[in-house]
């Protein structure tokens, strides 16, 4: 089972991702 943590960190991760790639932020 995937800690809940683990799952969180990838999202933020992504997201960070996501927003340095667009040269924006999302939110």
Same mark, same amino acid.
């Given at each position: %089972? +995937?800690? +809940?943590? /683990?799952?969180? /960190?990838? +999202?933020?991760?992504?997201?960070?991702?996501?927003? +340095? &790639? &667009?040269?924006? %932020?999302?939110?």
């Amino acid at each position: %089972m +995937i800690p +809940i943590s /683990l799952v969180l /960190l990838a +999202i933020f991760v992504g997201v960070c991702f996501a927003a +340095i &790639h &667009h040269k924006r %932020m999302p939110f």
